[in-house]
């Protein structure tokens, strides 16, 4: 389990992802929950980067596509602090990079723009 280190390597895990927990649910809580299934890699709980507080929902890893399957099938509609949780398969892995820190940038949206400059031209008596 990741508390803010960096991911440890997955290559080869079979991600699922973990909708609906509360704000309470804790990596341990969904290790315990899942690992009836198999050998859980990592479990991974996105956090708000300003508050802390988790954005509701995780990511839980098995060495083993069977393990991951079963787990999802028999997980999707379990109810976890009080909550019906909806499991299905990852999609998308971690950020390659961390979040950037700092205001957001101002992006090109294709638009052009000029700067026009005007000489002036000065006579002094």
């Not at 950037?100 to 002094?124: E, N, V």
């Amino acid at each position: 389990m990741s508390y803010g280190r960096g991911p440890p390597d997955i290559r080869g895990m079979v991600s699922l992802k973990v909708d609906n927990l509360t704000y309470r649910t804790t990596p341990e809580d969904l290790k315990r929950a899942f690992e009836k299934y198999g050998d859980v890699g990592d479990v991974y709980i996105p956090r708000d980067r300003f508050s802390r507080e988790s954005r509701g929902f995780a990511f839980v890893r098995f060495f083993h596509n069977r393990d991951a399957e079963d787990a999802m099938e028999s997980m999707d509609g379990a109810i976890v602090d009080g909550r019906e949780m909806r499991v299905q398969l990852a999609k998308y892995g971690r950020p390659s990079e961390p979040p950037r820190r700092g205001p957001p940038r101002r992006r090109d949206r294709g638009r052009i723009s000029f700067t026009f400059t005007r000489k002036i031209s000065l006579t002094l008596w």
